[in-house]
């Protein structure tokens, strides 16, 4: 509410400095005379729909924070949020629910922008028992579950490793979105401690990836599991609510991983 209280103006300068854009870089990936995007910056000049939209576009705005610039210019929003389970989004969830299906005896999920779980498969559900209830009630927040002392911080196997690979990610988030949840969560993960029983050293696993991707290994009673993980989002999504869902799949980073999580979804039966 403090942002849409501020001139669109300060604004697009505020997106502009965190991408860190000169007015010139701005002006000419835009094509607009750097007069003119001064002039739009300081009050000088009011920008169009079209324009806010436009720079918006440039500075990879994320729609929801393109409504607040929208807002603050004096126009309507544009892009619509609607709940995952809204019939306008049908298909989009019949997709989401496809592709957690049909990476089974792979786990993999769906988060929202703050790391909440929204969808998960089987395999997941196999994986993340032993955690400490209170984490597992919704909603549940993905990263928490993970790092957290009383979740499955203590069951991965490279936790330094991985950690840091989460926090990284994270802090990219922050950066792109100054999200204030997200800046909270942040502070929240950085200062769970590390088990001193995590191995800090590098594992053949980590050592096969290092450089290219980092794996986690996860301990279960069938051995350590060594995952690839990737990211799939949606694209060009003109809706809020998919603009903001990512898809986690996890592969297996060896053949004895993939035997055991079909063993596990086999005895599951």
Same mark, same amino acid.
């Given at each position: 509410?403090?942002?849409?209280?501020?001139?669109?103006?300060?604004?697009?300068?505020?997106?502009?400095?965190?991408?860190?854009?000169?007015?010139?870089?701005?002006?000419?990936?835009?094509?607009?005379?750097?007069?003119?995007?001064?002039?739009?910056?300081?009050?000088?000049?009011?920008?169009?729909?079209?324009?806010?939209?436009?720079?918006?576009?440039?500075?990879?705005?994320?729609?929801?924070?393109?409504?607040?610039?929208?807002?603050?210019?004096?126009?309507?929003?544009?892009?619509?949020?609607?709940?995952?389970?809204?019939?306008?989004?049908?298909?989009?969830?019949?997709?989401?629910?496809?592709?957690?299906?049909?990476?089974?005896?792979?786990?993999?999920?769906?988060?929202?922008? $703050?790391?909440?779980?929204?969808?998960?498969?089987?395999?997941?559900?196999?994986?993340?028992?032993?955690?400490?209830?209170?984490?597992?009630?919704?909603? *549940?927040? *993905?990263?928490?579950?993970?790092? $957290?002392?009383?979740?499955?911080?203590?069951?991965?196997?490279?936790?330094?490793?991985?950690?840091?690979?989460?926090?990284?990610?994270?802090?990219?988030?922050?950066?792109?979105?100054?999200?204030? *949840?997200?800046?909270?969560?942040?502070?929240?993960?950085?200062?769970?401690? *590390?088990?001193?029983?995590?191995?800090?050293?590098?594992?053949?696993?980590?050592?096969?990836?290092?450089?290219?991707?980092?794996?986690?290994?996860?301990?279960?009673?069938?051995?350590?599991?060594?995952?690839?993980?990737?990211?799939?989002?949606?694209?060009?999504?003109?809706?809020?609510?998919?603009?903001?869902?990512?898809?986690?799949?996890?592969?297996?980073?060896?053949?004895?991983?993939?035997?055991?999580?079909?063993?596990?979804?086999?005895?599951?039966?």
């Amino acid at each position: 509410m403090m942002a849409m209280t501020q001139p669109v103006g300060d604004l697009l300068r505020e997106w502009r400095q965190r991408r860190r854009m000169s007015q010139l870089d701005l002006a000419s990936e835009a094509e607009i005379s750097t007069r003119h995007l001064s002039f739009v910056e300081t009050g000088r000049a009011l920008p169009s729909r079209e324009m806010v939209l436009h720079l918006a576009e440039q500075l990879e705005v994320p729609l929801r924070e393109r409504n607040v610039l929208l807002v603050a210019a004096g126009f309507a929003p544009v892009f619509a949020e609607r709940a995952l389970e809204d019939p306008a989004l049908q298909a989009a969830r019949k997709a989401v629910d496809l592709v957690l299906a049909g990476h089974e005896p792979y786990p993999a999920l769906a988060v929202d922008r $703050h790391w909440t779980l929204i969808a998960a498969n089987a395999a997941v559900g196999r994986l993340i028992t032993g955690a400490d209830a209170k984490l597992l009630q919704p909603p *549940v927040n *993905v990263l928490r579950l993970s790092l $957290h002392p009383n979740g499955l911080a203590p069951r991965i196997a490279n936790l330094p490793q991985w950690r840091a690979h989460l926090l990284a990610r994270l802090r990219h988030q922050v950066e792109v979105s100054a999200d204030p *949840v997200l800046v909270e969560l942040m502070r929240e993960l950085a200062a769970y401690p *590390v088990p001193s029983s995590a191995r800090s050293g590098r594992s053949p696993t980590v050592h096969e990836f290092a450089g290219v991707l980092v794996p986690l290994q996860f301990v279960t009673e069938a051995g350590t599991l060594s995952f690839l993980s990737t990211t799939t989002v949606f694209g060009t999504p003109l809706d809020i609510t998919l603009s903001e869902l990512a898809l986690e799949s996890f592969f297996p980073a060896d053949t004895k991983t993939a035997e055991a999580l079909r063993k596990l979804a086999g005895d599951a039966r």
